[in-house]
């Protein structure tokens, strides 16, 4: 058994370990915004808004409306995947100076599939202290709604355009879990005619468009259904695919560049 200084000894070490917070440092707050119905925006969201000095958004002029709709005066700067490698600095140093800061993107949690994640990191090696609120996703209603199994799931997010795609297909295919893509409308059939060839045409699986929004809509079948079904009725709208989980199911082999956009 370990004695009084092993302990100490184990306690100093698991202390260093930890980020320590940098004295006088301000709070980046990640903020959720709504993808879609602008009732889902909660009080706690905008009081913070109001409060910090700086909002980074990934559009201005996307967010803009969102600001005017709650009275949110707060100056806004941008802040999306073509400048966040350069920006960091000057946010983290603003931060270190005292300054609460909120981030947010053109709909949904910041960091999911959208800019969020570099700031975030550089935050935490800095000791800046980061609160990320509860809010708007598409994922968890899209994914509830399918009608597949969600006790477990595997968030895919965006899949690669081109190198690694079928490679990835494959991968993917063989989860266990039911697996939640995000697509855009324009390479929705294709995307599920390749999905249908690698999981197998009679995977189920389920397609939701412009959630929480008025024309929200969520088609369920299978692959092939739903496959044939897009390819004949072009959607609009942000969207996302739930497939159902594998069943003693091997995956097609397919090229590793079979799927490549190039």
Known sequence: MPDADDRATVAAAEAVALVTEAAGAGTL?????????????TPRAVAVLKAVSLILAEDTRTSAGLMRHFGIETPMSSHHK?????????VIERLLGGED???VSDAGTPGISDPGFLLSRECRRHGVRVVT???ATAMVPALVDSGLPCERFFFEG?????KGRATR???????????????????????LAQLAEVFGPDREASVS???SKLYE???RGTLAGLAEYYAANQPRGEIVIVVGPAKDLQPAKVHKNKYRDD
């Open 29 to 41: 707050y990640i903020v959720p915004t709504p993808v879609g119905n602008l009732e889902d925006m």
């Open 82 to 90: 073509f400048n966040e490698h350069t920006a960091c600095a000057h």
């Open 101 to 103: 800061i909120a981030l």
């Open 133 to 135: 609120l509860p809010g």
């Open 158 to 162: 965006f899949l690669p355009v081109k």
């Open 169 to 191: 297909l494959q991968e993917l295919a063989a989860m266990p879990v039911s697996v939640v893509i995000y697509e855009s409308p324009l390479r929705l059939a294709r995307t």
């Open 209 to 211: 468009r412009e959630i």
């Open 217 to 219: 809509n969520t088609q």
